[in-house]
């Protein structure tokens, strides 16, 4: 069964650093994509970023990036330069070929601190 | 703004009532799905559907129905209401049906409270 683990319930980063969220799945579908989506305290999701597992290259969306390892089966996202308002819940997910549902990890309650 | 238009924001409900929340789509995209999202549970699929067709099943209960109309925007029904049934909940939208490249596209949510 696919599964995805974040691992980090919880990170506090100062601002401006740079941080990395965990996130590993298991799956034996050589098809899937990993997304990751940003939850405000305010509730809203918003999606972030987006890898296929055939991208040769890894994915970035303006400070974002994500660290795939496709045979570790890894896709770490990368935050640089944080900012305080980078303090929100952030869930990996993923989504197979021929899936019609999204699969969320549990999530990483990210803090920047001042 | 994701272009996903959810209504009602805020629903506080007694027990053994009945709501509906209601979803636009974002402009263009022919799917519409319902997730829950509570403490206990993490984010939870609950239902697909695609141009007017029930698609995929998740973890919903019998108590609880939707359907797409045919302008595309879709509403879940939650009756026979319990405590448990209190969490937010989010309709999201894509262009595809299943392709795994496609991401899906939240609204705001709606959070349920049933006293």
């Known amino acids: 069964a696919q599964k995805i683990t974040q691992t980090q319930p919880g990170m506090f980063v100062q601002e401006k650093e740079a941080v990395t969220l965990d996130c590993t799945y298991d799956?034996?579908?050589?098809?899937?994509?990993l997304f990751w989506y940003k939850q405000p305290s305010s509730g809203e999701m918003i999606f972030l970023i987006y890898q296929g597992s055939y991208d040769q290259q890894n994915a970035t969306e303006g400070r974002y990036s994500l660290n795939f390892q496709k045979a570790r089966k890894s896709a770490n996202l990368v935050i640089s330069a944080s900012q305080l308002g980078d303090s929100a819940m952030y869930f990996c997910?993923?989504?197979?070929?021929?899936?019609?549902?999204?699969?969320f990890g549990q999530g990483t309650r990210l803090t920047i601190n001042p | 703004d994701s272009g996903v238009t959810q209504t009602p924001k805020h629903l506080i409900t007694a027990t053994g009532q009945r709501v509906t929340l209601r979803c636009s789509p974002r402009?263009?995209?022919?799917?519409v799905y319902w997730y829950q999202q509570s403490l206990d549970q993490g984010l939870q699929f609950l239902i697909q559907?695609?141009?007017?067709?029930?698609?995929a099943k998740g973890n919903i209960l019998e108590r609880f129905s939707a359907q797409q109309f045919p302008d595309l925007h879709s509403e879940l029904n939650l009756s026979s209401l319990e405590l448990g049934d209190s969490a937010l909940y989010f309709c999201?939208?894509?262009?595809?049906?299943?392709?795994?490249?496609?991401?899906?596209?939240f609204g705001n949510g709606t959070r349920l409270t049933v006293t």
């Open positions: 999201a939208s894509s262009v595809t049906r299943d392709s795994h490249n496609s991401p899906l596209h």
């Open positions: 559907y695609y141009n007017g067709e029930e698609r």
């Open positions: 997910a993923m989504r197979f070929q021929g899936a019609q549902k999204l699969v």
């Open positions: 799956t034996s579908d050589p098809s899937y994509g």
């Open positions: 402009s263009g995209d022919l799917s």
